[in-house]
């Protein structure tokens, strides 16, 4: 491996990186790669996401044997959602102590004494890797996986035009000057992950069926945001194609606006009124983009849940697949024999080959005990992370860290977090253009974190003083969409009625960032250039 990446990417000018730093930058502009800004929901100032300048090769095995194994994550998370018992098991400790967990939970036990009516749930999933260096003298390469997200998993519509992005830039020429044997356009894989997505709700909708109670009107689709949306790049792509195959597709901000545009017919179909239209729309599904976060859950948040959830609209997700994506589930479903209740043994053998060593932190058992010492030694908190059962990234605990926030938490707190081992990434360079600037070889000996955007012009002239530009060391992750719809019955899953994988996502970091989030600044979207190893 490390003969093939040998020079890669090879160091070009300063003259040469600012002409295709000019291109990827009006390629995203004019294609929507952007965030949005500003004081208010009215602003129309927007900003390039992260990008890397060239793709980041990634082992061709690796990549396929990810895309294997997610229908199987697909029908494994999709057979959690619907172990009720199995779930209240492995998350009471959290519902007992008022977690996030104890809110979404007495929401479900509402509805579920009332009657769902509802059996059919939409799943748009996403499991995260990364490549796993084994320690010397053997050095393999394997895959390990981060975590699986099932609610509001984003990426999709960037990571499509990623791709695009890079096909565009080889095929033009810009990287000709190179003369790079690795950049070759077969070599990334095809990213449909837009119409993917969008194709799972289309589904959703399909299954859903004709309008019960506005039997004027073609159900539609209703995407739950967030406010001040930032990443409306990201959201806005599926709705288009939805409006493309003539389904209606409408934007609710969750809490108190979807309550004031929203109601229920005496059937519980969930209706939605748009200030544009004289009459409510009966809703086929709702898609989540916001309600990951405690803090979301005011009392009108709750209550917008709570009413989203007794509606006969398909959910993605629905509360119980919601749940499963706490990491108390993902360090469960690590012990060993456990993968076994939900998929045959030879396909619990190779998912649990993904899995990296991980830890309880509760007080009783074995593995708990454990892992508090694991966390609390400094020496061995070194080769961990912390993770909590919450959403949105940015959350976790890294290495020396640990210890420091444990004892600054009561123990009796302890058992909501699980603790992960470090994987030992693959190590790579690339030239990454992220927020805080030009990120290469220069600046990762420099140590960017102190950046200051108020005189970002002066900083890219002391890099123009330079004659060349290398790539700095980076690490990529390897996201994979799945989407998967199922039927329920009273004993459990009833039946698998969609099961495919729906594209990829593939960011890329300096190797001294912890997290990996491109919309809070931590990572770039890239795309993996597919080398046999």
């Given at each position: 491996?490390?003969?093939?990446?040998?020079?890669?990417?090879?160091?070009?000018?300063?003259?040469?990186?600012?002409?295709?730093?000019?291109?990827?930058?009006?390629?995203?502009?004019?294609?929507?790669?952007?965030?949005?800004?500003?004081?208010?929901?009215?602003?129309?100032?927007?900003?390039?996401?992260?990008?890397?300048?060239?793709?980041?090769?990634?082992?061709?095995?690796?990549?396929?044997?990810?895309?294997?194994?997610?229908?199987?994550?697909?029908?494994?998370?999709?057979?959690?959602?619907?172990?009720?018992?199995?779930?209240?098991?492995?998350?009471?400790?959290?519902?007992?102590?008022?977690?996030?967990?104890?809110?979404?939970?007495?929401?479900?036990?509402?509805?579920?004494?009332?009657?769902?009516?509802?059996?059919?749930?939409?799943?748009?999933?996403?499991?995260?890797?990364?490549?796993?260096?084994?320690?010397?003298?053997?050095?393999?390469?394997?895959?390990?996986?981060?975590?699986?997200?099932?609610?509001?998993?984003?990426?999709?519509?960037?990571?499509?035009?990623?791709?695009?992005?890079?096909?565009?830039?080889?095929?033009?020429?810009?990287?000709?000057?190179?003369?790079?044997?690795?950049?070759?356009?077969?070599?990334?894989?095809?990213?449909?992950?837009?119409?993917?997505?969008?194709?799972?709700?289309?589904?959703?909708?399909?299954?859903?069926?004709?309008?019960?109670?506005?039997?004027?009107?073609?159900?539609?689709?209703?995407?739950?945001?967030?406010?001040?949306?930032?990443?409306?790049?990201?959201?806005r792509p599926l709705e288009y194609v939805l409006w493309e195959h003539d389904i209606p597709a409408?934007?609710?901000?969750?809490?108190?606006?979807?309550?004031?545009?929203?109601?229920?017919?005496?059937?519980?179909?969930?209706?939605?009124?748009?200030?544009?239209?004289?009459?409510?729309v009966e809703i086929a599904v709702v898609y989540m983009r916001a309600g990951y976060d405690f803090?979301?859950?005011?009392?009108?948040?709750?209550?917008?849940?709570?009413?989203?959830?007794?509606?006969?609209?398909?959910?993605?997700?629905?509360?119980?697949?919601?749940?499963?994506?706490?990491?108390?589930?993902?360090?469960?479903?690590?012990?060993?024999?456990?993968?076994?209740?939900?998929?045959?043994?030879?396909?619990?053998?190779?998912?649990?080959?993904?899995?990296?060593?991980?830890?309880?932190?509760?007080?009783?058992?074995?593995?708990?005990?454990?892992?508090?010492?694991?966390?609390?030694?400094?020496?061995?908190?070194?080769?961990?992370?912390?993770?909590?059962?919450?959403?949105?990234?940015?959350?976790?605990?890294?290495?020396?860290?640990?210890?420091?926030?444990?004892?600054?938490?009561?123990?009796?707190?302890?058992?909501?977090?699980?603790?992960?081992?470090?994987?030992?990434?693959?190590?790579?360079?690339?030239?990454?253009?992220?927020?805080?600037?030009?990120?290469?070889?220069?600046?990762?000996?420099?140590?960017?974190?102190?950046?200051?955007?108020?005189?970002?012009?002066?900083?890219?002239?002391?890099?123009?003083?330079?004659?060349?530009?290398?790539?700095?060391?980076?690490?990529?992750?390897?996201?994979?969409?799945?989407?998967?719809?199922?039927?329920?019955?009273?004993?459990?899953?009833?039946?698998?009625?969609?099961?495919?994988?729906?594209?990829?996502?593939?960011?890329?970091?300096?190797?001294?960032?912890?997290?990996?989030?491109?919309?809070?600044?931590?990572?770039?979207?890239?795309?993996?250039?597919?080398?046999?190893?």
């Amino acid at each position: 491996m490390e003969n093939i990446l040998a020079g890669y990417p090879p160091a070009i000018s300063h003259g040469q990186l600012s002409n295709l730093i000019f291109n990827i930058k009006d390629w995203q502009i004019t294609h929507g790669m952007q965030l949005k800004y500003g004081p208010d929901v009215e602003s129309i100032s927007s900003t390039p996401i992260g990008v890397s300048v060239f793709p980041t090769p990634f082992p061709r095995l690796l990549f396929e044997q990810a895309q294997e194994l997610q229908p199987i994550y697909n029908r494994l998370y999709a057979a959690i959602s619907e172990d009720e018992g199995w779930l209240y098991r492995v998350l009471k400790g959290l519902i007992d102590h008022g977690h996030f967990a104890a809110v979404l939970w007495g929401i479900h036990q509402q509805v579920k004494q009332e009657g769902y009516v509802q059996d059919i749930t939409l799943g748009l999933f996403r499991s995260d890797y990364m490549v796993y260096v084994t320690p010397q003298p053997d050095s393999r390469m394997e895959l390990r996986q981060i975590e699986l997200n099932t609610f509001s998993v984003a990426g999709g519509a960037h990571s499509n035009k990623a791709a695009q992005m890079h096909e565009f830039m080889l095929n033009s020429g810009n990287y000709t000057f190179l003369h790079s044997p690795l950049l070759s356009n077969n070599k990334i894989p095809k990213n449909e992950t837009i119409g993917s997505l969008a194709a799972g709700l289309r589904s959703a909708h399909t299954a859903y069926g004709q309008s019960r109670f506005v039997k004027s009107s073609t159900p539609g689709v209703l995407f739950v945001v967030q406010p001040r949306n930032v990443n409306i790049c990201d959201e806005r792509p599926l709705e288009y194609v939805l409006w493309e195959h003539d389904i209606p597709a409408y934007r609710a901000i969750f809490g108190t606006q979807l309550l004031e545009h929203t109601t229920l017919s005496p059937s519980r179909e969930l209706l939605y009124h748009p200030p544009s239209l004289s009459e409510g729309v009966e809703i086929a599904v709702v898609y989540m983009r916001a309600g990951y976060d405690f803090e979301e859950y005011s009392p009108a948040g709750v209550e917008a849940r709570f009413r989203l959830e007794r509606s006969r609209a398909i959910k993605c997700p629905s509360i119980l697949s919601h749940l499963a994506t706490f990491k108390k589930v993902q360090q469960e479903l690590a012990i060993p024999g456990v993968l076994e209740k939900f998929l045959s043994p030879k396909e619990a053998a190779i998912v649990s080959g993904t899995f990296a060593p991980m830890f309880p932190l509760d007080e009783e058992s074995i593995a708990g005990k454990t892992g508090r010492q694991l966390a609390c030694d400094p020496k061995t908190a070194s080769s961990y992370v912390l993770k909590p059962s919450l959403e949105g990234g940015g959350h976790n605990i890294y290495r020396g860290d640990i210890p420091g926030l444990l004892s600054s938490t009561p123990e009796a707190q302890w058992h909501t977090y699980i603790l992960m081992e470090m994987i030992n990434p693959l190590i790579q360079k690339n030239i990454l253009l992220t927020p805080r600037g030009i990120y290469d070889k220069v600046a990762a000996i420099e140590d960017r974190l102190d950046f200051d955007a108020d005189n970002e012009a002066e900083e890219q002239s002391r890099f123009g003083t330079l004659s060349t530009k290398e790539g700095g060391p980076t690490v990529s992750e390897l996201g994979i969409f799945g989407v998967c719809m199922w039927q329920k019955s009273s004993s459990g899953l009833d039946g698998i009625m969609l099961n495919a994988e729906a594209g990829w996502s593939f960011k890329t970091k300096p190797d001294y960032v912890d997290e990996t989030s491109v919309v809070k600044g931590f990572g770039c979207f890239d795309s993996p250039l597919l080398i046999d190893t």
